[in-house]
Protein backbone atom coordinates (compact mmCIF):
# COMPACT_ATOMS: atom_id res chain seq x y z
CA UNK A 1 0.00 0.00 0.00
CA UNK A 2 0.96 3.19 -1.09
CA UNK A 3 2.21 5.47 2.17
CA UNK A 4 2.31 9.63 1.56
CA UNK A 5 2.04 10.42 4.80
CA UNK A 6 5.37 10.95 7.18
CA UNK A 7 6.18 12.72 9.86
CA UNK A 8 9.11 13.26 11.60
CA UNK A 9 9.51 13.07 15.69
CA UNK A 10 12.15 13.36 18.21
CA UNK A 11 10.10 9.95 20.10
CA UNK A 12 7.50 8.19 19.21
CA UNK A 13 5.33 7.06 22.12
CA UNK A 14 3.49 3.84 21.24
CA UNK A 15 0.09 3.65 23.81
CA UNK A 16 -1.42 6.39 26.00
CA UNK A 17 -1.99 4.70 28.69
CA UNK A 18 -0.07 5.45 32.23
CA UNK A 19 3.42 4.57 31.09
CA UNK A 20 2.53 6.27 27.78
CA UNK A 21 1.79 9.73 29.45
CA UNK A 22 4.48 9.28 31.73
CA UNK A 23 7.39 8.84 28.90
CA UNK A 24 5.40 12.05 26.73
CA UNK A 25 5.47 14.04 29.62
CA UNK A 26 9.29 13.35 30.41
CA UNK A 27 10.40 13.89 27.45
CA UNK A 28 7.73 16.58 26.19
CA UNK A 29 8.60 18.76 28.86
CA UNK A 30 12.38 18.47 28.07
CA UNK A 31 12.07 20.15 24.98
CA UNK A 32 11.93 16.97 22.63
CA UNK A 33 9.50 16.70 20.17
CA UNK A 34 6.98 13.88 20.59
CA UNK A 35 4.09 12.46 19.24
CA UNK A 36 2.07 9.90 21.18
CA UNK A 37 -0.18 7.67 19.58
CA UNK A 38 -2.95 6.04 21.20
CA UNK A 39 -4.91 3.50 19.61
CA UNK A 40 -8.26 4.16 21.50
CA UNK A 41 -10.60 7.61 21.76
CA UNK A 42 -9.00 8.32 25.75
CA UNK A 43 -5.79 8.68 27.29
CA UNK A 44 -5.49 5.81 30.67
CA UNK A 45 -5.01 2.29 28.80
CA UNK A 46 -6.46 0.29 31.47
CA UNK A 47 -6.99 3.00 33.64
CA UNK A 48 -9.74 4.24 30.87
CA UNK A 49 -10.99 0.61 30.86
CA UNK A 50 -11.27 0.10 33.88
CA UNK A 51 -12.92 3.48 34.89
CA UNK A 52 -12.30 4.58 38.58
CA UNK A 53 -9.42 1.79 39.53
CA UNK A 54 -7.57 3.21 42.31
CA UNK A 55 -3.89 3.89 41.94
CA UNK A 56 -2.57 1.31 44.24
CA UNK A 57 1.06 0.84 45.46
CA UNK A 58 1.55 4.75 44.99
CA UNK A 59 2.99 4.81 49.10
CA UNK A 60 5.43 2.45 49.08
CA UNK A 61 6.86 2.20 52.96
CA UNK A 62 4.06 5.14 53.67
CA UNK A 63 5.80 7.40 51.37
CA UNK A 64 4.49 8.92 48.07
CA UNK A 65 6.56 7.19 45.11
CA UNK A 66 6.62 11.30 43.83
CA UNK A 67 7.19 12.39 40.33
CA UNK A 68 4.76 12.73 37.85
CA UNK A 69 1.97 10.63 40.17
CA UNK A 70 2.88 12.70 42.75
CA UNK A 71 2.22 15.73 40.75
CA UNK A 72 -1.37 14.39 39.09
CA UNK A 73 -2.37 13.76 42.54
CA UNK A 74 -1.69 16.68 43.79
CA UNK A 75 -2.98 18.71 41.13
CA UNK A 76 -6.23 16.78 41.67
CA UNK A 77 -6.50 16.69 45.23
CA UNK A 78 -5.60 20.82 45.34
CA UNK A 79 -9.23 21.29 42.67
CA UNK A 80 -12.14 23.04 44.39
CA UNK A 81 -13.76 20.39 45.13
CA UNK A 82 -11.07 18.25 45.25
CA UNK A 83 -10.91 15.52 42.94
CA UNK A 84 -8.64 12.82 44.09
CA UNK A 85 -8.11 11.43 47.97
CA UNK A 86 -5.30 9.44 50.24
CA UNK A 87 -7.42 6.27 51.98
CA UNK A 88 -6.18 3.15 52.95
CA UNK A 89 -7.17 -0.15 50.94
CA UNK A 90 -9.36 -2.65 52.65
CA UNK A 91 -7.55 -5.47 50.79
CA UNK A 92 -4.81 -7.90 52.78
CA UNK A 93 -0.97 -6.35 52.34
CA UNK A 94 -2.12 -3.46 50.05
CA UNK A 95 -1.20 0.03 51.13
CA UNK A 96 -2.92 3.62 50.55
CA UNK A 97 -4.20 4.23 47.14
CA UNK A 98 -5.00 7.34 45.56
CA UNK A 99 -8.85 7.70 44.94
CA UNK A 100 -10.02 9.89 42.28
CA UNK A 101 -12.89 11.38 39.79
CA UNK A 102 -12.17 9.05 36.74
CA UNK A 103 -13.47 12.17 34.69
CA UNK A 104 -11.07 14.70 35.48
CA UNK A 105 -8.26 12.42 35.79
CA UNK A 106 -8.23 11.64 32.55
CA UNK A 107 -8.76 15.36 31.52
CA UNK A 108 -6.05 16.54 33.19
CA UNK A 109 -3.86 13.92 32.32
CA UNK A 110 -4.68 14.88 28.71
CA UNK A 111 -4.17 19.05 29.82
CA UNK A 112 -0.39 17.74 31.24
CA UNK A 113 0.27 16.01 27.70
CA UNK A 114 -1.04 19.37 26.08
CA UNK A 115 1.11 21.22 28.65
CA UNK A 116 4.32 19.52 27.92
CA UNK A 117 3.67 20.02 24.15
CA UNK A 118 3.14 16.20 23.08
CA UNK A 119 1.46 15.85 20.03
CA UNK A 120 -1.34 13.70 21.11
CA UNK A 121 -2.80 11.77 18.01
CA UNK A 122 -6.07 9.73 19.61
CA UNK A 123 -7.55 6.93 16.90
CA UNK A 124 -4.19 6.16 15.78
CA UNK A 125 -2.13 2.74 15.91
CA UNK A 126 1.24 1.77 15.41
CA UNK A 127 1.33 -1.46 13.35
CA UNK A 128 4.89 -2.34 12.33
CA UNK A 129 8.44 -0.96 12.58
CA UNK A 130 11.01 -0.92 9.28
CA UNK A 131 14.42 -2.12 10.78
CA UNK A 132 17.60 -0.90 9.56
CA UNK A 133 20.78 -1.90 11.05
CA UNK A 134 18.92 -2.84 13.71
CA UNK A 135 17.30 0.17 14.67
CA UNK A 136 13.76 1.50 14.32
CA UNK A 137 14.25 3.72 11.40
CA UNK A 138 10.24 4.32 10.83
CA UNK A 139 6.97 2.71 11.84
CA UNK A 140 3.60 2.11 10.14
CA UNK A 141 0.47 3.46 11.51
CA UNK A 142 -2.65 3.66 10.72
CA UNK A 143 -5.84 6.11 11.46
CA UNK A 144 -9.12 6.32 9.59
CA UNK A 145 -7.52 8.32 6.86
CA UNK A 146 -5.48 5.10 6.00
CA UNK A 147 -1.91 4.43 6.95
CA UNK A 148 0.99 6.95 7.84
CA UNK A 149 4.75 6.74 8.60
CA UNK A 150 6.22 8.14 11.67
CA UNK A 151 10.14 8.51 11.25
CA UNK A 152 11.39 9.17 14.68
CA UNK A 153 14.66 9.14 16.28
CA UNK A 154 13.76 6.82 19.86
CA UNK A 155 10.52 4.87 20.03
CA UNK A 156 9.05 4.04 23.02
CA UNK A 157 6.62 1.57 23.51
CA UNK A 158 3.88 1.46 26.44
CA UNK A 159 1.62 -0.70 23.97
CA UNK A 160 1.19 -2.94 27.51
CA UNK A 161 1.38 -5.73 25.04
CA UNK A 162 4.57 -4.83 23.43
CA UNK A 163 3.61 -5.62 19.84
CA UNK A 164 6.05 -3.42 18.04
CA UNK A 165 8.64 -4.38 20.38
CA UNK A 166 8.00 -7.95 19.52
CA UNK A 167 7.86 -7.20 15.22
CA UNK A 168 11.38 -5.41 15.96
CA UNK A 169 12.76 -8.86 17.06
CA UNK A 170 12.86 -8.41 20.92
CA UNK A 171 12.37 -11.71 22.49
CA UNK A 172 9.90 -12.34 24.66
CA UNK A 173 7.63 -14.75 27.13
CA UNK A 174 3.72 -14.39 27.31
CA UNK A 175 2.51 -15.45 30.86
CA UNK A 176 3.93 -17.07 33.20
CA UNK A 177 5.88 -18.39 30.47
CA UNK A 178 3.86 -20.97 29.95
CA UNK A 179 0.86 -19.04 28.18
CA UNK A 180 -0.95 -18.77 30.90
CA UNK A 181 -1.59 -14.85 32.14
CA UNK A 182 -3.61 -13.84 34.36
CA UNK A 183 -7.26 -12.88 34.82
CA UNK A 184 -8.87 -9.64 32.82
CA UNK A 185 -11.63 -7.85 34.37
CA UNK A 186 -14.66 -6.08 33.35
CA UNK A 187 -15.29 -2.95 35.90
CA UNK A 188 -18.45 -1.18 36.70
CA UNK A 189 -19.69 1.10 39.27
CA UNK A 190 -23.27 0.88 41.23
CA UNK A 191 -24.10 4.53 42.39
CA UNK A 192 -26.74 4.91 44.64
CA UNK A 193 -24.93 3.00 47.53
CA UNK A 194 -25.95 3.36 50.78
CA UNK A 195 -22.47 3.32 52.14
CA UNK A 196 -23.26 3.12 55.56
CA UNK A 197 -25.23 0.35 55.43
CA UNK A 198 -22.82 -1.29 52.99
CA UNK A 199 -19.53 -1.50 54.40
CA UNK A 200 -21.41 -2.38 58.00
CA UNK A 201 -20.10 -5.60 56.67
CA UNK A 202 -16.72 -7.02 58.28
CA UNK A 203 -15.59 -9.40 55.42
CA UNK A 204 -14.06 -6.86 52.89
CA UNK A 205 -14.44 -9.42 50.68
CA UNK A 206 -18.76 -10.49 51.26
CA UNK A 207 -17.66 -13.92 50.76
CA UNK A 208 -20.74 -15.79 52.29
CA UNK A 209 -23.38 -12.93 50.18
CA UNK A 210 -21.37 -14.36 47.23
CA UNK A 211 -20.89 -18.32 48.32
CA UNK A 212 -25.07 -17.84 48.75
CA UNK A 213 -25.23 -16.41 45.14
CA UNK A 214 -23.06 -18.76 43.65
CA UNK A 215 -24.29 -22.16 45.51
CA UNK A 216 -28.40 -20.69 43.84
CA UNK A 217 -26.84 -20.14 40.48
CA UNK A 218 -27.09 -16.76 40.40
CA UNK A 219 -23.50 -15.68 40.30
CA UNK A 220 -20.46 -17.45 37.98
CA UNK A 221 -18.45 -19.55 40.32
CA UNK A 222 -15.44 -17.27 40.30
CA UNK A 223 -17.39 -14.44 42.22
CA UNK A 224 -16.25 -16.19 44.94
CA UNK A 225 -14.75 -13.36 46.68
CA UNK A 226 -16.82 -9.57 45.41
CA UNK A 227 -14.46 -6.79 45.70
CA UNK A 228 -16.26 -3.75 46.53
CA UNK A 229 -14.59 -0.81 46.80
CA UNK A 230 -15.74 2.43 47.58
CA UNK A 231 -16.06 5.11 44.36
CA UNK A 232 -14.42 8.63 45.13
CA UNK A 233 -17.95 10.63 45.02
CA UNK A 234 -20.18 9.21 48.14
CA UNK A 235 -22.58 6.16 47.05
CA UNK A 236 -20.82 4.66 44.85
CA UNK A 237 -18.95 1.46 44.80
CA UNK A 238 -16.25 0.72 42.35
CA UNK A 239 -17.05 -3.63 40.84
CA UNK A 240 -13.70 -5.14 40.34
CA UNK A 241 -14.53 -8.62 40.65
CA UNK A 242 -15.75 -9.88 37.26
CA UNK A 243 -12.88 -11.94 35.79
CA UNK A 244 -12.43 -14.07 32.74
CA UNK A 245 -9.97 -16.83 32.45
CA UNK A 246 -7.35 -18.34 30.33
CA UNK A 247 -7.76 -15.16 27.18
CA UNK A 248 -5.16 -14.23 24.95
CA UNK A 249 -4.47 -10.54 25.57
CA UNK A 250 -3.23 -10.28 22.18
CA UNK A 251 -5.93 -11.91 19.90
CA UNK A 252 -8.16 -9.35 19.26
CA UNK A 253 -11.21 -12.10 18.61
CA UNK A 254 -10.77 -13.69 22.10
CA UNK A 255 -10.24 -9.67 23.52
CA UNK A 256 -14.32 -8.92 22.01
CA UNK A 257 -15.42 -12.14 23.15
CA UNK A 258 -13.85 -11.63 26.73
CA UNK A 259 -15.34 -8.26 26.88
CA UNK A 260 -19.08 -9.37 26.29
CA UNK A 261 -19.06 -12.38 28.82
CA UNK A 262 -17.50 -10.26 31.08
CA UNK A 263 -20.50 -7.59 31.07
CA UNK A 264 -22.68 -10.17 31.02
CA UNK A 265 -21.26 -11.15 34.23
CA UNK A 266 -21.49 -7.64 35.55
CA UNK A 267 -25.20 -7.43 34.78
CA UNK A 268 -25.94 -10.66 36.64
CA UNK A 269 -23.62 -9.41 39.34
CA UNK A 270 -25.25 -5.93 39.29
CA UNK A 271 -28.67 -7.27 40.10
CA UNK A 272 -27.40 -9.42 42.68
CA UNK A 273 -25.92 -6.56 44.46
CA UNK A 274 -29.34 -4.79 44.32
CA UNK A 275 -31.26 -8.03 45.52
CA UNK A 276 -29.00 -9.14 47.81
CA UNK A 277 -26.63 -6.68 49.41
CA UNK A 278 -27.51 -4.31 52.14
CA UNK A 279 -27.51 -1.31 50.59
CA UNK A 280 -28.02 -1.63 47.46
CA UNK A 281 -31.54 -1.86 46.26
CA UNK A 282 -31.99 1.87 45.28
CA UNK A 283 -28.22 1.17 43.09
CA UNK A 284 -27.88 1.25 39.67
CA UNK A 285 -25.32 0.40 37.27
CA UNK A 286 -22.88 2.70 35.14
CA UNK A 287 -18.92 3.19 33.93
CA UNK A 288 -19.16 -0.64 32.77
CA UNK A 289 -15.99 -1.09 31.17
CA UNK A 290 -15.90 -0.41 27.23
CA UNK A 291 -13.20 -3.18 26.58
CA UNK A 292 -12.01 -5.75 29.43
CA UNK A 293 -8.90 -4.53 31.67
CA UNK A 294 -5.89 -6.88 30.39
CA UNK A 295 -3.48 -7.36 33.29
CA UNK A 296 -1.37 -9.38 31.26
CA UNK A 297 0.21 -10.30 28.28
CA UNK A 298 3.64 -9.89 26.89
CA UNK A 299 6.67 -9.92 28.83
CA UNK A 300 9.78 -8.64 27.14
CA UNK A 301 13.17 -9.03 27.46
CA UNK A 302 15.61 -6.88 28.67
CA UNK A 303 19.24 -6.08 29.90
CA UNK A 304 17.77 -7.34 33.08
CA UNK A 305 15.02 -9.79 33.97
CA UNK A 306 13.10 -8.35 37.70
CA UNK A 307 12.93 -11.45 39.55
CA UNK A 308 10.96 -12.49 42.74
CA UNK A 309 13.73 -12.99 44.69
CA UNK A 310 14.98 -9.35 44.21
CA UNK A 311 11.84 -8.25 45.77
CA UNK A 312 11.87 -10.56 48.42
CA UNK A 313 15.32 -9.46 49.24
CA UNK A 314 14.30 -5.61 48.96
CA UNK A 315 16.70 -4.88 46.39
CA UNK A 316 17.33 -1.19 45.49
CA UNK A 317 19.23 -1.40 42.30
CA UNK A 318 21.89 1.36 40.96
CA UNK A 319 19.87 2.33 38.65
CA UNK A 320 16.96 1.87 40.52
CA UNK A 321 14.40 4.32 39.02
CA UNK A 322 10.68 3.94 41.35
CA UNK A 323 10.19 2.12 44.33
CA UNK A 324 7.60 -0.30 45.31
CA UNK A 325 6.50 -2.35 48.26
CA UNK A 326 2.85 -3.99 46.25
CA UNK A 327 2.03 -7.59 47.44
CA UNK A 328 2.41 -10.48 44.67
CA UNK A 329 -1.17 -9.46 43.39
CA UNK A 330 -1.94 -12.40 41.15
CA UNK A 331 -5.04 -12.84 39.70
CA UNK A 332 -6.53 -16.36 38.75
CA UNK A 333 -3.67 -17.43 36.56
CA UNK A 334 -5.05 -20.74 34.76
CA UNK A 335 -6.97 -22.47 37.36
CA UNK A 336 -5.09 -20.79 40.28
CA UNK A 337 -7.26 -18.10 42.48
CA UNK A 338 -6.64 -14.55 43.53
CA UNK A 339 -3.71 -14.14 46.10
CA UNK A 340 -2.23 -10.56 47.06
CA UNK A 341 0.46 -12.22 49.58
CA UNK A 342 3.33 -9.27 51.16
CA UNK A 343 6.52 -9.78 49.58
CA UNK A 344 8.66 -7.08 51.40
CA UNK A 345 8.60 -6.59 55.58
CA UNK A 346 6.14 -3.98 56.54
CA UNK A 347 7.80 -0.65 55.58
CA UNK A 348 10.41 -2.18 53.76
CA UNK A 349 10.41 -2.09 49.36
CA UNK A 350 12.32 -2.70 46.31
CA UNK A 351 12.97 -0.21 42.97
CA UNK A 352 12.73 -1.06 39.56
CA UNK A 353 15.87 -1.53 37.64
CA UNK A 354 15.88 1.13 34.26
CA UNK A 355 17.66 -1.83 32.46
CA UNK A 356 14.57 -3.78 32.65
CA UNK A 357 12.81 -1.65 30.33
CA UNK A 358 15.62 -1.52 28.16
CA UNK A 359 16.37 -4.36 25.08
CA UNK A 360 19.59 -5.41 24.49
CA UNK A 361 19.81 -5.14 20.78
CA UNK A 362 17.54 -2.20 19.45
CA UNK A 363 19.63 0.34 19.76
CA UNK A 364 16.62 3.37 19.92
CA UNK A 365 13.92 1.32 21.63
CA UNK A 366 12.84 1.47 25.22
CA UNK A 367 9.62 0.02 26.71
CA UNK A 368 7.70 0.64 30.06
CA UNK A 369 4.66 -0.22 31.99
CA UNK A 370 2.92 -4.31 32.49
CA UNK A 371 5.62 -5.09 29.38
CA UNK A 372 8.73 -4.62 31.54
CA UNK A 373 10.93 -7.54 31.52
CA UNK A 374 9.89 -9.48 35.06
CA UNK A 375 9.17 -13.12 36.15
CA UNK A 376 5.64 -13.89 36.66
CA UNK A 377 6.13 -13.11 40.43
CA UNK A 378 7.77 -10.00 40.36
CA UNK A 379 5.44 -9.06 37.48
CA UNK A 380 2.38 -9.42 39.91
CA UNK A 381 3.55 -7.04 41.90
CA UNK A 382 5.41 -4.38 39.98
CA UNK A 383 2.55 -3.81 37.16
CA UNK A 384 0.74 -0.66 39.51
CA UNK A 385 -0.21 2.26 38.02
CA UNK A 386 1.95 4.47 39.84
CA UNK A 387 4.97 2.53 39.11
CA UNK A 388 3.89 2.52 35.07
CA UNK A 389 4.12 6.02 35.32
CA UNK A 390 6.99 6.09 36.93
CA UNK A 391 9.00 3.51 34.59
CA UNK A 392 7.37 5.67 31.62
CA UNK A 393 8.95 8.89 33.37
CA UNK A 394 12.06 7.54 33.54
CA UNK A 395 12.33 6.29 29.80
CA UNK A 396 10.95 9.61 28.44
CA UNK A 397 14.08 11.09 30.34
CA UNK A 398 16.30 8.75 29.24
CA UNK A 399 15.37 9.56 25.63
CA UNK A 400 16.74 12.98 26.39
CA UNK A 401 20.26 11.62 27.64
CA UNK A 402 19.97 9.24 24.43
CA UNK A 403 19.61 12.03 21.91
CA UNK A 404 21.35 14.72 23.79
CA UNK A 405 25.39 12.69 22.84
CA UNK A 406 23.96 10.29 20.18
CA UNK A 407 24.14 7.48 22.41
CA UNK A 408 22.13 4.51 21.90
CA UNK A 409 19.70 3.94 25.09
CA UNK A 410 22.01 0.70 26.50
CA UNK A 411 25.11 3.18 26.87
CA UNK A 412 23.30 5.84 28.65
CA UNK A 413 25.07 7.00 31.69
CA UNK A 414 21.78 5.28 34.39
CA UNK A 415 23.66 7.38 37.18
CA UNK A 416 22.81 10.60 35.45
CA UNK A 417 19.57 9.20 34.43
CA UNK A 418 19.05 8.74 38.42
CA UNK A 419 20.02 11.94 39.33
CA UNK A 420 17.48 13.86 36.70
CA UNK A 421 14.92 11.40 38.09
CA UNK A 422 15.51 13.09 41.54
CA UNK A 423 15.44 16.38 40.59
CA UNK A 424 11.94 15.90 39.51
CA UNK A 425 11.01 14.44 42.45
CA UNK A 426 10.48 10.72 42.23
CA UNK A 427 11.73 9.07 45.86
CA UNK A 428 14.13 7.04 47.49
CA UNK A 429 16.35 6.82 44.62
CA UNK A 430 19.95 6.54 44.43
CA UNK A 431 21.30 6.70 48.07
CA UNK A 432 17.78 9.06 48.69
CA UNK A 433 16.40 6.99 51.59
CA UNK A 434 12.68 6.71 51.13
CA UNK A 435 11.81 8.81 54.19
C1 LIG B 1 -8.68 -5.23 35.87
C2 LIG B 1 -7.42 -4.60 36.35
C3 LIG B 1 -7.35 -4.13 37.64
C4 LIG B 1 -6.22 -3.49 38.09
N1 LIG B 1 -6.21 -2.92 39.33
C5 LIG B 1 -5.24 -2.04 39.63
C6 LIG B 1 -5.36 -1.22 40.79
O1 LIG B 1 -6.33 -1.30 41.53
N2 LIG B 1 -4.38 -0.33 41.02
C7 LIG B 1 -3.30 -0.20 40.20
O2 LIG B 1 -2.46 0.68 40.43
N3 LIG B 1 -3.14 -0.98 39.11
C8 LIG B 1 -4.10 -1.88 38.81
N4 LIG B 1 -3.98 -2.67 37.69
C9 LIG B 1 -2.72 -2.68 36.92
C10 LIG B 1 -2.59 -1.45 36.03
O3 LIG B 1 -3.84 -0.92 35.71
C11 LIG B 1 -1.85 -1.75 34.73
O4 LIG B 1 -0.72 -2.57 34.96
C12 LIG B 1 -1.38 -0.46 34.08
O5 LIG B 1 -2.47 0.42 33.92
C13 LIG B 1 -0.71 -0.74 32.77
O6 LIG B 1 -0.37 0.47 32.18
P1 LIG B 1 0.43 0.52 30.79
O7 LIG B 1 0.50 1.95 30.41
O8 LIG B 1 1.66 -0.27 30.89
O9 LIG B 1 -0.48 -0.29 29.76
P2 LIG B 1 -2.00 -0.08 29.32
O10 LIG B 1 -2.76 0.60 30.39
O11 LIG B 1 -2.45 -1.39 28.84
O12 LIG B 1 -1.92 0.97 28.13
C14 LIG B 1 -1.49 0.60 26.85
C15 LIG B 1 -2.11 1.56 25.86
O13 LIG B 1 -1.52 1.35 24.58
C16 LIG B 1 -2.52 1.41 23.60
N5 LIG B 1 -2.01 0.63 22.45
C17 LIG B 1 -1.76 -0.70 22.40
N6 LIG B 1 -1.24 -1.04 21.22
C18 LIG B 1 -1.16 0.11 20.50
C19 LIG B 1 -0.69 0.41 19.18
N7 LIG B 1 -0.16 -0.53 18.40
N8 LIG B 1 -0.78 1.69 18.74
C20 LIG B 1 -1.30 2.66 19.53
N9 LIG B 1 -1.74 2.43 20.79
C21 LIG B 1 -1.66 1.16 21.26
C22 LIG B 1 -3.74 0.79 24.27
O14 LIG B 1 -4.93 1.18 23.62
C23 LIG B 1 -3.61 1.35 25.68
O15 LIG B 1 -4.27 2.59 25.82
C24 LIG B 1 -5.09 -3.37 37.23
C25 LIG B 1 -5.13 -3.90 35.93
C26 LIG B 1 -6.30 -4.51 35.49
C27 LIG B 1 -6.36 -5.01 34.08
Partial sequence: MKIDRCEEADVLVVGGGTAGFGAAVAAGRKGLNVVLLEATSKIGGVMAFCPGMPWGAAYPAGKIVGGLMAELTSRLEKM??????????????????????????????????????????????????????????????????GPFMIRAKIVIDCSGDGDISAKAGVPYSIGDGNGNSMGMTVSFHMVGVDWDTTFQEPDPYFRDYAAKGIAEGRLHKDLAKLYLMKGFHRGSVFCNSVHIRGVDGTDPVAIGQATQEGRRRCHQLSQFLRSDIPGFSNAYMTLLSPTVG??????????????????????????????????????????????????????SYYTIPFRSLIPANVPNLMFA?????????????????????????????????ALKDNLAVQTIDTQVLVADLIQQGVNGLGNEPLV
Fill in 369 to 401: GRILSADPVAFASVRGMPQCMAMGQAVGTAAVL
Fill in 80 to 145: DPPAAEKRPCTLDNFGPEIIYDHDIATLTMFEMLEDAGVKVRLGASVISPQIDDSAISAVTCFDRN
Fill in 294 to 347: VRETRKLEALYKLTGEDLARGTKFYDGIVCCDNPIDDVMRSDASMTHDAIVDKG
